[in-house]
């Protein structure tokens, strides 16, 4: 009887068991993420057929698939007239085409990241579909590298077009044909074209603005080669794409930006401007001229302001490019504060500004600018003190407009602390303002504070100009020296920073970089980047040597 019990009470915990475990949620293990793109597992025709003919093409891949951004990933080349329409359904891609192929030609269907497993979004990445209407692949490719020519920096989607000189006779072939074959660079700049018809090809860089496959939008970027390249099997090119500026010269936007001064830009730096105004007389020069550092804006500040509105005639290297209608900004009330709802209303006041902050290096000048033209000054009224002693002062002028000036007439000792006062009536400008109080405090850092770069540079040619710029961390130009034949070239007061250095080749001898031209077949002027950065410490000299 107890055996029997015992099989009954085993029954019983074994069945209260299976119930317990059973009611138990459990999250389902599943296995490892999926990270493998989806695989073609047959196209209809096959890749790579030749003597192709079809009206469309079939994909079918081992899971579904979508498709992202289909139109901006897929480049066809040589180039249709009229694109492919690309379909996903389930597992499977549909291409149909609407263009007549043309003959014993190959053609490439290049996907980029297109085509994506609808589950985890794993990319296909560069899947290609090739098929020739002819007898056989062409296999000859080209591969390389485009940067900017200014500053070599590199962009993603740049078009490498490149035109069978066959075809192509004309040298207006960028502005009105597309290409033979295209391809795109990665974001390092570098770029690959398969499959290419042996022949002989003029080649181009294009940043397309309009997506047309063509030079024709003004801010459109561009680069070229001088050689036609011989395609027997494959060739490594490098383009360097440039802006080109524009022929024409004309005015962007003229208007009033502040009591008594016109501002004009321009499209691209102007040359020997002249501005007469056509609807007043004047006894005297009627205007002060202030240009922009490239020429490509001009400040009118008007000495005698007659009447609301003024009617200018503007001539540019002897030729009428224009005549503008310009409404005179108001005169604002002097120590105006009314806010008008927009923060603090313009007032017309005198305005300095100096360049002293708390700490300046050694042999820094003391800068001074003002927001009008100057008419009168008196450095007498300008007190610069060491302590107790007082230094004087002297005043030179920085500008054509007279609204920058620098205060000379003393050293500034390292280690040492001064004070500026500019006391108000130092400055009149040509409204008769005089300025208000100016005051700075600060110290002049100790030389050892900051370090110094020797640089040796070699250049190949004598009578070539170079233009040496240091550079700071953020490519800003930090000095500049220009030079014609090898020199050592000395920055000193440097920060502790790291820099580098550019050099352009300064071809036409105008102290700037200029850039190409590709209707006159015009290369950009070569610039070029020391293959080290130099790192400056403080109290130290370094010395290098660059080998142009």
Known sequence: MSSIRLTQNYFVIIFVLLLYSCAQVVSPTGGPKDVVPPKLIKATPESKSLHFSAKSIVLEFNEYITLRDVQ????????????????????????????????????????????????????????????????????????????????????????????DEKKYTSDSFAYKQ???????????????????????????????????????????????????YSLDSNAYISLSQFQQINHKFFVKKAN?????????????????????????????????EEYSKNRDSLSLWLTDVIGDTLKLIVTNDKKVID?????????????????????????????????????????????????????????????????????????????????????????????????????????????????????????????????????KINVASKNVNYIVQLLDEKGNIFREEKINASKLCVFETLKPLTYSVKVIVDENKNDKWDTGDFSKKLQPEKTMYSPKNYSIRAGWDMEEEWSL
């Not at 290419?196 to 940043?207: C, E, M, P, R, T």
């Not at 502040?258 to 002249?274: H, M, T, V």
């Not at 050694?362 to 000054?377: A, F, G, M, V």
């Open 178 to 228: 597309i290409p033979s074959y295209f391809g795109k660079t990665n974001g390092s700049g570098g770029f690959q074209i398969n499959n290419i018809k042996q022949g002989k090809y003029k080649v181009i860089a294009l940043k397309d603005a309009n997506n047309n496959y063509v030079y024709d939008a003004p801010d459109e970027f561009i680069g070229f080669s001088d050689s036609i």
């Open 323 to 455: 005549t503008l209608e310009v409404a005179i900004a108001k005169k604002p009330e002097q120590n105006n504060t009314q806010s008008g709802g927009r923060g603090k209303a313009a007032s017309f006041n005198l305005i300095a500004i100096t360049n002293c902050v708390k700490e300046i290096p050694p042999n820094q000048s003391i800068i001074l600018t003002l927001n009008h033209p100057i008419k009168e000054y008196d450095a007498s009224k300008i007190i610069l003190k060491q302590g107790s002693q007082m230094q004087k002062c002297t005043l030179d002028i920085m500008d054509k407009a007279s609204r920058k000036f620098k205060i000379t007439g003393f050293n500034l000792l390292p280690d040492s602390a001064y004070s500026l006062l500019v006391t108000p009536g130092s400055f009149i400008d040509i409204f008769g303002l005089k300025n208000d109080t100016v005051k700075a405090a600060f110290k002049v850092q100790k030389e050892d504070d900051f370090g110094k770069l020797k640089l």
């Open 72 to 163: 901006g990933q897929l480049t066809v080349s040589p180039p249709l007239k009229y694109p492919p329409i690309v379909k996903e359904k389930n597992k499977s891609i549909k291409i149909e085409l609407k263009d007549t192929l043309m003959e014993n030609t190959t053609y490439s269907f290049n996907f980029g990241k297109a085509i994506v497993d609808l589950t985890e979004a794993n990319v296909l990445e560069d899947f290609r579909y090739i098929f020739s209407t002819g007898s056989f692949l062409d296999s000859s490719y080209v591969f390389g590298r485009v940067d900017y020519a200014e500053n070599h920096k590199t962009e993603k989607g740049i078009i490498i077009m490149l035109y």
């Open 256 to 288: 009033s930006v502040q009591y008594g001064e016109i501002r004009i830009e321009f499209n691209k730096p102007a040359g020997d401007l002249k501005i007469e105004a056509l609807n007043a007389q004047f006894k005297k020069a009627w205007y002060i």
